[in-house]
């Protein structure tokens, strides 16, 4: 078990449905992070906040939108996806953002396209 | 840009020593090593900064040569536990609010 829960743990969605993924830690940290992993890849950075303020985008289509509405929750939401998102959808946390900072991940959402 | 790891796939003996490479062709600010298993979230192991430190953990240690750009993890005398893809993370932002860019993956298979 991880101290970042995720919910939920598997999720299948139709091209035109609207979903939510959330995440959620207890351990007072500031910065919370999304990340996306394709099959045998590494994960990929999608999203950072800082203090509860979005402080990168690498660049994501804006057909996910991230939001943090208080320190201890992170979600993800879906809209109009394509089957190429298919993936396992990473949320991690550190204490502060910063590079000498260890990220703790959760186990994921693994999210499947139709 | 996207550190590289060498090798892709290591498949040892228990008790045999490995060692995992991560190099990047830009300047380094620390460089982070985690492991995940199957299925599971990858699960952090150690941080390298700035300063060629080495750190340890239990039997797994690693090193960090910022002039070169390169770090290497050191798994000494295999357990069946170790089993797992072993990525590292370099941080190449300038020590703000950062994300991590991880190289491709190491996948290490003990065998008893």
């Known amino acids: 078990d991880t101290e970042v829960t995720q919910t939920p743990k598997h999720l299948v969605m139709g091209m035109t449905n609207k979903k939510s993924l959330k995440c959620e830690q207890h351990?007072?940290?500031?910065?919370m992070y999304w990340y996306k992993q394709k099959a045998k890849k590494p994960p990929e950075l999608m999203f950072v906040y800082s203090y509860e303020k979005l402080s990168i985008n690498e660049s994501v289509p804006s057909r996910f939108s991230p939001e943090c509405p208080n320190s201890s929750l992170l979600n993800l939401h879906l809209h109009a996806l394509q089957p190429e998102d298919s993936a396992l959808y990473l949320c991690a946390s550190s204490q502060v953002a910063g590079s000498n900072q260890p990220q703790h991940f959760g186990d994921g959402t693994r999210l499947s396209i139709l | 840009q996207q550190p590289v790891q060498s090798p892709q796939a290591v498949i040892l003996r228990e008790g045999e020593d490995a060692v995992i490479n991560c190099s990047s062709s830009k300047a380094l600010y620390s460089v982070h090593w985690y492991r995940q298993k199957h299925g599971e979230a990858p699960v952090f192991l150690m941080i390298?900064?700035?300063?060629?430190e080495q750190k340890g953990h239990e039997k797994i240690s690693a090193s960090f040569n910022e002039k070169k750009q390169q770090s290497s993890l050191y798994l000494t005398a295999s357990q069946l536990s170790y089993s797992g893809t072993y990525f590292c993370?370099?941080?190449?932002?300038?020590?703000?609010?950062?994300?991590?860019?991880f190289g491709k993956g190491t996948h290490l298979i003990i065998q008893p």
């Open positions: 390298l900064l700035k300063g060629g």
């Open positions: 993370g370099t941080d190449q932002f300038r020590g703000g609010a950062d994300g991590l860019t």
């Open positions: 351990m007072g940290h500031r910065a």
